[in-house]
């Protein structure tokens, strides 16, 4: 394929609308969607980089590899007119799905972006069936000859990779003394993680009580029965201090648990004061520390998954390991949440009237 830098293919988390700001999803939405334009620029031959700037600098989190950093003399102001493809919103990628399809099938003959040198793309999700049709043409953009390892976590930690510089958390100095020596100390490592929303953004649907923490230590107790014969530490990540505070108390009877003292923050914040709330890098920690586990059990968030996936780790959702009882236990737990359903919404509208942003 001819190399042709004059297109440029740019992901950005910057989306701006007339209103300001928009969402563009959480860390591991962001990842993610710069995987898939990743993966467009590949097949429509198009020069890469990333425009991540809000709520702060990708830079100040972990490091773009520098040719896909976005020069100056393109930075997306506002004050520049883009052409924009935006895969954010479901109803948007629904209508584009199968114009997108059309293109990647016949690129050499149409391209989805035109005959513009410049294009903006705002994307939030990685999912190997929007290119089932190159599928094999991905993974040879990519290097990735093995058929054992064309798989959609391994593709996306080639990525990853490919675009992002990831720090070893146990590499960091001053090393964290707990979080090393949890390492050294044992055969397996364990990362969990209870994503239960904090009643202000995402949530697992199938977990966001609060009071399914306890179903998470069941979740982690039986795998370690089935691992009884190693050595096992855990890393508890959660979004909720109160839960993981539990969560950690009652795993540490058994085993050595490492776990976090700050409020992770997972809200969108694309629009929001940095001054306000706590700094992103509380969040790329833990999904830094999730990433080193050898094993990561987890809901159907896509934080911890793609923690794995770029770690490697093997993935277990709760349902892989809670008896199917527990699991219609954990569904139907929010009864106590359910008598005050209706001061719950209103809190809902009132801080999404506040901050109308996505997790």
């Known amino acids: 394929m001819t190399d042709n830098t004059s297109l440029k293919l740019i992901f950005s988390t910057n989306k701006q609308t007339r209103y300001g700001a928009s969402s563009v999803g959480g860390f591991a939405d962001r990842i993610k969607g710069a995987a898939t334009a990743f993966i467009l620029a590949k097949l429509f031959n198009r020069k890469f980089y990333i425009d991540w700037s809000l709520p702060e600098e990708v830079e100040n989190i972990f490091r773009v590899q520098p040719k896909f950093k976005l020069p100056a003399s393109l930075h997306h102001d506002g004050s520049r007119q883009f052409k924009t493809l935006d895969l954010i919103d479901i109803h948007s990628r629904n209508l584009l799905d199968y114009e997108l399809k059309l293109a990647l099938k016949y690129r050499h003959k149409k391209s989805i972006f035109g005959k513009n040198d410049m294009y903006l793309i705002h994307a939030n999700f990685f999912d190997m069936s929007l290119f089932s049709a190159v599928i094999d043409d991905v993974f040879e953009a990519f290097g990735i000859t093995q058929a054992e390892n064309q798989n959609e976590n391994f593709l996306f930690r080639t990525i990853f990779n490919e675009l992002f510089y990831y720090a070893n958390p146990l590499e960091k100095k001053p090393p964290n003394e707990a979080l090393t020596a949890i390492r050294n100390a044992n055969d397996l490592l364990v990362g969990v993680h209870f994503r239960t929303g904090a009643n202000v953004n995402w949530s697992d649907p199938e977990m966001d009580s609060e009071d399914n923490w306890r179903l998470v230590v069941k979740a982690c107790q039986t795998f370690a029965a089935q691992n009884a014969g190693q050595k096992?530490?855990?890393?508890?990540?959660?979004?909720?201090?109160?839960?993981?505070?539990?969560?950690?108390?009652?795993?540490?009877?058994?085993?050595?648990?490492?776990?976090?003292?700050?409020?992770?923050?997972?809200?969108?914040?694309?629009?929001?004061?940095?001054?306000?709330?706590?700094?992103?890098?509380?969040?790329?920690?833990?999904?830094?520390?999730?990433?080193?586990?050898?094993?990561?059990?987890?809901?159907?968030?896509?934080?911890?998954?793609?923690?794995?996936?770029?770690?490697?780790?093997?993935?277990?959702?709760?349902?892989?390991?809670?008896?199917?009882?527990?699991?219609?236990?954990?569904?139907?737990?929010?009864?106590?949440?359910?008598?005050?359903?209706?001061?719950?919404?209103?809190?809902?509208?009132?801080?999404?009237?506040?901050?109308?942003?996505?997790?």
């Open 232 to 359: 096992i530490g855990f890393i508890v990540a959660s979004d909720n201090p109160a839960c993981r505070q539990k969560i950690s108390d009652t795993l540490h009877r058994e085993f050595p648990v490492f776990t976090f003292s700050s409020e992770i923050f997972h809200l969108e914040r694309s629009a929001l004061k940095l001054n306000t709330q706590p700094p992103l890098s509380d969040v790329f920690f833990e999904h830094s520390c999730l990433s080193i586990a050898d094993v990561v059990i987890c809901g159907s968030g896509g934080f911890a998954q793609t923690a794995s996936a770029i770690g490697g780790g093997k993935l277990y959702l709760y349902s892989d390991l809670i008896a199917p009882v527990d699991q219609k236990r954990a569904l139907s737990a929010p009864k106590k949440l359910a008598q005050n359903l209706l001061t719950d919404r209103l809190k809902r509208l009132l801080i999404r009237a506040k901050y109308p942003f996505r997790c």
